[in-house]
């Protein structure tokens, strides 16, 4: 297996250079650390700055991405692709290839995101390893700037590893440089579990050493235990995962965002926003962000009408039973963040009445497209837009539904995850009606409450594909599920874990390695 250790990219983000104090020029001025001798590196704060930026960087990247200002992808900006994946979205284009992944296509050499999936987060985990090896080599710096320097860069290995364990199960584990090229490929893969415990105790170190504070670009405590009690709970951890959410929620550093659902996904609302646990952070131009060239211009995700069906009306009910339903008024007296979230005809796409948005005229044949990501200050996109939304990978609405999902499934329902659920439906312009928790209330019931919320509430921010897999539902939901163009999805049970690139396999059987093997079924 061949894990390619390109050096550490040092492209400008603005969560690394924000909290550091540095401007762009001051980074684009560097010298590549690839060419930079490693004699005459690790001896200054700038240094390790520079390195810094590196790592944040990748959490900006996406597919096909050579340089940071291409963001494309499943990855930071582009996050939304995994939906496509789901029954929430539909990709309209077969670039990366997510088509092929969701309508049973899948093989070891399928490549796009079944490769890059794999490729980028490891090119990640070389530039933390490379960081967390050699900053201590840097002594004018204090120890407690040392330890918060790993801390963060452990906490953002522990977000590759754990979404390698999500995609492609056990998976080679290396905490250290590894040398030469395609010396990675002498290792085997190593068993899921072991993989989770590196990853937990990265997590563990990070929450030791990171500030208690609000995010402001920079890996926080709250952040470290909020991404920990996602893995507890993602390997059925359910009493630890809701003890760890519990000690988010009693620290209070973060609370859900009263200035509108809709601003917690486009600039000025993200800025120190006390909702953002974590995110991909874009300043224009030198690193922006895809989502009006891709969302807007290309089209590129298209709701389905799965999800637009799945927003209840304003009584609480869904569409089915619901008197408040209108058919010739589908979109009114609905849980407002459908329209927080999703364009459909007639709304508009820009500032006018001339952006009205026409699914015939556009050729979206499933009649819909996010509004979440979008700036309608933005429009008319194009290839050239240059947009500066962040990327939230984890917010406080995520922390309240991960903990009435764990406290019911360790002890079924009671007041306070009924609380923490209810938290989240009576942000200020949703106001959804709150749950009353009974003793009639089921563990079954409240099971199914919780995961529509999850739907609802983070729709179109890469996480139902997710949701899917760890509930045991991906297939049964998946092969009920058709595309806008009359394609059906087809989910083979092989494909709840991809394959690794096919590439590395052989490089690893050239280098006569036999430990490294392709994933069962492919």
Not at 451 to 462: C, I, P
Request: aromatic share 12%.
């Amino acid at each position: 297996m061949k894990i390619k250790l390109k050096k550490t990219y040092l492209y400008f983000c603005l969560a690394a250079t924000t909290a550091l104090g540095s401007c762009a020029k001051d980074f684009l001025d560097k010298n590549p650390t690839d060419k930079i001798p490693e004699s005459t590196f690790w001896k200054t704060q700038a240094d390790a700055d520079l390195a810094l930026s590196g790592v944040y960087e990748f959490l900006c990247r996406g597919y096909n991405s050579t340089s940071s200002s291409n963001a494309r992808g499943g990855w930071g900006g582009a996050s939304m692709f995994w939906d496509g994946l789901s029954d929430d979205a539909f990709i309209s284009s077969t670039s990366n290839n997510f088509n092929t992944i969701s309508r049973g296509g899948l093989t070891s050499t399928t490549g796009g995101m079944q490769a890059e999936g794999y490729e980028i987060s490891y090119q990640a985990i070389a530039a933390c390893n490379k960081l967390i090896a050699n900053i201590d080599r840097i002594t004018s710096m204090s120890q407690q700037d040392r330890d918060r320097y790993k801390a963060e860069t452990r906490f953002i290995r522990a977000h590759y590893y754990f979404l390698l364990t999500n995609l492609y199960g056990d998976v080679p584990l290396t905490l250290e440089p590894l040398g030469l090229d395609n010396a990675s490929a002498r290792l085997g893969r190593t068993e899921k579990s072991k993989v989770l415990e590196a990853v937990l105790a990265d997590l563990d170190y990070a929450i030791e050493k990171l500030p208690n504070t609000a995010y402001k670009g920079h890996a926080v405590r709250g952040a470290a235990l909020g991404y920990k009690a996602k893995v507890l709970l993602t390997n059925k951890k359910w009493a630890e995962a809701a003890a760890v959410a519990k000690m988010v929620m009693d620290e209070n550093k973060f609370s859900i965002y009263q200035g509108g659902y809709r601003d917690l996904f486009r600039k000025p609302g993200q800025n120190s926003n006390p909702e953002i646990m974590f995110s991909a952070r874009f300043l224009p131009p030198n690193m922006y962000s895809p989502a009006d060239m891709m969302y807007s211009y290309l089209m590129t995700v298209q709701p389905l009408g799965y999800l637009v069906d799945s927003y209840y009306c304003i009584d609480g009910k869904d569409i089915n039973t619901s008197a408040k339903y209108d058919a010739k008024n589908p979109y009114e007296n609905r849980d407002p963040r459908l329209k927080a979230s999703i364009i459909y005809q007639g709304v508009w796409r820009g500032t006018t009445a001339s952006s009205a948005f026409d699914p015939v005229a556009a050729d979206v044949k499933g009649g819909f497209l996010p509004r979440k990501y979008i700036n309608e200050a933005k429009w008319p996109t194009s290839y050239a837009t240059q947009s500066d939304q962040d990327w939230v990978f984890l917010r406080y609405a995520d922390i309240l539904l991960m903990y009435a999902e764990a406290k019911n499934e360790s002890a079924g329902p009671e007041q306070t995850a009924v609380d923490a659920l209810n938290q989240v439906r009576s942000r200020a312009d949703v106001k959804m009606p709150l749950l009353q928790f009974s003793s009639g209330l089921t563990k079954e019931e409240f099971r199914d409450i919780i995961r529509h919320e999850r739907r609802v509430e983070l729709a179109l921010e890469g996480q139902r594909y997710f949701d899917l897999k760890r509930w045991g539902l991906i297939k049964q939901v998946m092969d009920k599920t058709k595309d806008p163009d009359g394609a059906m999805r087809l989910f083979a049970e092989r494909d709840t874990l991809w394959p690794v690139p096919q590439s590395e396999v052989d490089i690893a059987k050239s280098l006569g390695n036999d430990k490294f093997t392709q994933t069962k079924g492919f």
